[in-house]
């Protein structure tokens, strides 16, 4: 009888493992870690202009963050930005003022400690995107748009009438921030001696507040909840059919992003020192589109980089203006540097729409995009 038992396979060689293609992780962290380091180090190296403009462009970064949540992820056109900004900067002064007597009658001040204060600025924003949240969980496109718009006029009514909480046309001083122990005002501290005031100390604060924001907003948008917020930007029937809860998706995004213009709003009333309403109207939340658009739509580094161009721009014109051709100071016959930096956000918007749909940070994409697809030279 034959041997029908099959062969021993011997085991092949194994073929040589293509060495991995080398990573920029390494890289990036050092990178970042250099960066850190520097942001770190400036309070001791920049004057009161330059950290001040630094931290306009902190608020600005945390607000159009929330905004691209909304915006850019979700696909929720919201013009009524500015509106939540306002809940949170004057919701701060309400609640840490101390019921001062200014401009012939009497402000509303709870006296709660300033950093308890923040905290329920932030949550009292929220709140207000909660209850425009229903109608937020319905409408989309230029009908939400056009809502949220609403809010505009409708904060400026009481802004300017809600003398007792908001001071009216001239508006309220802030009190300053306190946390453990040290207050974020004007008194100097002495350190390495580099004396710190109001704009050194705050400046850490908001670089914690941005970096906390950017990594909740990136942990939401790489996770389950952004993969279903992207589904309802591409095709909201589409989500609801695959199981998405389309308006408590967009219900949530608004109040989430309602929260970070409640805390943007929070740190600007800080930096400024004093609450204006004229500042909360619809150009701000013009502005924080143009952030998004040309930073780049539905990413946080997209948010910050429109944020720090947009909210840089007519600050440097200012300091600048006299060298710079066509621009003057108001009312000397040239450009204003507020004027010249509106054209500047149009044309950049224009630019982003048409030949960069992923805003500045979408050229970086392309050039990594590019590198990897670029074969690399035979050795000769």
């Known amino acids: 009888m034959s041997d029908t038992r099959s062969p021993v396979l011997q085991p092949e060689a194994a073929a040589p493992v293509a060495a991995p293609r080398p990573r920029l992780l390494g890289a990036r962290t050092a990178a970042a870690a250099a960066a850190g380091l520097v942001l770190l180090a400036l309070p001791f190296y920049l004057d009161r202009f330059w950290l001040q403009a630094g931290l306009f462009a902190i608020a600005a970064a945390i607000g159009a963050i929330g905004l691209n949540l909304l915006t850019g992820a979700t696909g929720q056109l919201s013009m009524g930005h500015g509106f939540f900004l306002a809940?949170?900067?004057?919701?701060?002064?309400?609640?840490?003022?101390?019921?001062?007597?200014?401009?012939?009658?009497?402000?509303?001040?709870?006296?709660?400690?300033?950093?308890?204060?923040?905290?329920?600025?932030?949550?009292?924003?929220?709140?207000?995107?909660?209850?425009?949240?229903?109608?937020?969980?319905?409408?989309?496109?230029?009908?939400?748009?056009?809502?949220?718009?609403?809010?505009?006029?409708?904060?400026?009514?009481?802004?300017?009438?809600?003398?007792?909480?908001?001071?009216?046309?001239?508006?309220?001083?802030?009190?300053?921030?306190?946390?453990?122990?040290?207050?974020?005002?004007?008194?100097?501290?002495?350190?390495?001696?580099?004396?710190?005031?109001?704009?050194?100390?705050?400046?850490?604060?908001?670089?914690?507040?941005?970096?906390?924001?950017?990594?909740?907003?990136?942990?939401?948008?790489?996770?389950?909840?952004?993969?279903?917020?992207?589904?309802?930007?591409?095709?909201?029937?589409?989500?609801?059919?695959?199981?998405v809860p389309v308006a408590r998706y967009r219900a949530a995004v608004f109040v989430l992003s309602s929260m970070y213009a409640g805390l943007a709003g929070v740190l600007l009333a800080l930096v400024f020192q004093r609450t204006v309403p004229d500042y909360f109207g619809m150009v701000l939340s013009l502005e924080y589109l143009a952030m998004i658009v040309i930073g780049g739509l539905g990413t946080v580094a997209g948010a910050v980089v429109g944020a720090v161009f947009v909210s840089l721009l007519p600050q440097l014109l200012t300091r600048y203006s006299d060298a710079l051709p066509l621009v003057s100071a108001p009312g000397?016959?040239?450009?204003?540097?507020?004027?010249?930096?509106?054209?500047?956000?149009?044309?950049?918007?224009?630019?982003?729409?048409?030949?960069?749909?992923?805003?500045?940070?979408?050229?970086?994409?392309?050039?990594?995009a590019r590198t990897r697809t670029t074969p690399p030279k035979e050795r000769t």
């Open 87 to 243: 809940v949170g900067a004057y919701g701060y002064c309400a609640l840490a003022g101390d019921g001062s007597t200014a401009g012939g009658h009497t402000l509303v001040g709870l006296g709660l400690p300033s950093w308890l204060a923040a905290v329920l600025a932030v949550g009292l924003a929220g709140a207000a995107g909660g209850i425009f949240s229903p109608i937020a969980g319905r409408l989309r496109g230029a009908y939400l748009g056009i809502a949220t718009l609403a809010l505009i006029f409708i904060g400026q009514h009481v802004l300017f009438n809600a003398t007792s909480v908001t001071g009216g046309f001239n508006g309220r001083e802030v009190e300053p921030l306190s946390l453990f122990g040290l207050t974020f005002d004007d008194t100097e501290t002495v350190i390495a001696a580099v004396p710190f005031q109001s704009a050194e100390k705050l400046w850490y604060v908001g670089l914690a507040a941005l970096l906390c924001g950017a990594l909740f907003a990136r942990g939401v948008l790489r996770g389950r909840p952004g993969r279903a917020m992207n589904a309802l930007r591409d095709h909201s029937i589409a989500a609801g059919v695959m199981g």
């Open 332 to 368: 000397t016959g040239g450009v204003s540097p507020g004027e010249a930096s509106r054209y500047l956000y149009g044309a950049a918007v224009v630019v982003a729409v048409l030949f960069l749909p992923g805003g500045l940070t979408g050229i970086t994409r392309i050039v990594r």
